[in-house]
Nanobody, 124 residues
Framework: QVQLVESGGGLVQAGGSLRLSCAASGRTFSSYHMGWFRHAPGKEREIVAAIRSDGGNTWYADSAKGRFTISRDNANNTVYLQMNNLQPDDTAAYYC?????????????????WGQGTQVTVSS
């Protein structure tokens, strides 16, 4: 089992940047695929980016391509989401999640462990 704690959210103007961090407990972090998801009021939860357990493969939603970068530091049990050129549509609660499946998935139901979320608000 792994416990996840996100940080780094906040209020930023359109065009600005934020770096989200997700610290994981446990000694098996490197065995988990990790994802960043977001949930805005009135919208469904959606995946933003995901990274394979060894960091060798990443996936991005179309809305994130070219603006967001997911990375991980397995030595320090942390996954990051660098978000640049933020826009008001990026306003949401952002969650990191861990998947211990053998294959690398990008759907929420394959991620068993979730953090409490961090709010990102982008003003126009």
């Amino acid at each position: 089992q792994v416990q996840l704690v996100e940080s780094g959210g906040g209020l930023v103007q359109a065009g600005g940047s934020l770096r989200l961090s997700c610290a994981a407990s446990g000694r098996t972090f490197s065995s988990y695929h990790m994802g960043w998801f977001r949930h805005a009021p009135g919208k469904e939860r959606e995946i933003v980016a995901a990274i394979r357990s060894d960091g060798g493969n990443t996936w991005y939603a179309d809305s994130a391509k070219g603006r967001f970068t997911i990375s991980r530091d397995n030595a320090n049990n942390t996954v990051y989401l660098q978000m640049n050129n933020l826009q008001p549509d990026d306003t949401a609660a952002y969650y990191c999640a861990a998947s211990n499946t053998r294959l690398f998935y990008t759907v929420p139901r394959m991620y068993a462990y979730w953090g409490q979320g961090t709010q990102v608000t982008v003003s126009s």
